[in-house]
């Protein structure tokens, strides 16, 4: 099992630690190419239209000021510096040893600094979406794309079901294969009816990733097949019951994994 997430545009800025060692990040091949972007990214940061170019407002100085010392700055694990509504709900840290373990190996953070990170390497503050534009490289999803595909698409042969938490920009970074990925769609009853809802969604998807890491945990070998986790995905409870579902894949269109909450589901 591979679980696909986003990044979350809030971070909590390591306060000490050592700087950024590019060799020890997953897929250390690409070293290169994450030079160059950080490179061109803190020119960027220095000059004065940076929150133009980078498509943020000035409340958000302080990361576009981060983005000058990449190389110098304090580095944590990703679970730790990426906070937000999604990772909030992984909670890595409440998370058992095993299941944590299976998070570091199983779950791929896209970005549009470093490409793709593991949970447990080692970066600093920084501030760059997938959808912005660097001078020499242009949209960084589109910059990724051929870079990651190669290394992932051989990653992938390895990894059984691919569950894919991304949203639109990031999942143009790499197409999952189409034959082993499900993407995670929420929707809520509304009114008697189901509804897609994004208020919830990332969320929702946080959970769901959680609850397939815990899954592993309970039995010898983590979810490896669309059905082994739709049993793991159904079997929330609490607060957070819903109903699971799987659509097939068809073609070329991914599998989708239904997410359906109650009427009356709440984040708490």
Not at 47 to 59: H, K, S, T
Not at 225 to 235: L, M, P, R, W, Y
Not at 236 to 252: I, Q, R, Y
């Amino acid at each position: 099992m591979l679980i696909l997430l986003p990044p979350s545009e809030g971070k909590t800025a390591p306060r000490s630690g050592a700087p950024l060692d590019l060799e020890s990040l997953v897929l250390p091949s690409l070293a290169g190419e994450r030079t160059t972007a950080m490179g061109i990214l803190s020119a960027v940061s220095s000059a004065p239209d940076a929150a133009e170019v980078l498509g943020v407002g000035e409340a958000v100085r302080s990361d576009i000021e981060a983005n000058m010392v990449l190389f110098e700055s304090p580095a944590a694990p990703a679970h730790q510096v990426f906070t937000g509504v999604l990772f909030d709900a992984l909670d890595y840290a409440s998370l058992p040893e095993a299941a944590r373990r299976r998070a570091r190996s199983r779950v791929l953070v896209f970005s549009g600094l470093f490409g793709v990170l593991a949970l447990g390497d080692h970066v600093p503050n920084h501030r760059l979406t997938v959808t912005a534009s660097l001078p020499g490289l242009g949209r960084m999803s589109s910059w990724w794309k051929p870079r990651l595909t190669p290394p992932l698409d051989a990653h992938a042969e390895r990894a059984g079901v691919i569950i894919d938490c991304r949203s639109g920009g990031y999942m143009a970074q790499w197409k999952a294969p189409a034959g082993l990925t499900a993407t995670v769609d929420v929707f809520q009853v509304r009114a008697g009816k189901r509804t897609v809802v994004s208020h919830f969604a990332k969320h929702t998807r946080g959970l769901v990733a959680r609850q397939l890491l815990l899954a592993g945990s309970r039995v010898v070998t983590s979810p490896e097949t669309a059905a082994e986790v739709v049993a793991a995905a159904g079997s929330a409870a609490g607060p957070h019951e819903w109903e699971v579902d799987l659509v097939p894949s068809t073609g070329k269109k991914h599998a989708s994994l239904q997410v359906t909450l109650p009427e009356a589901h709440s984040t708490v």
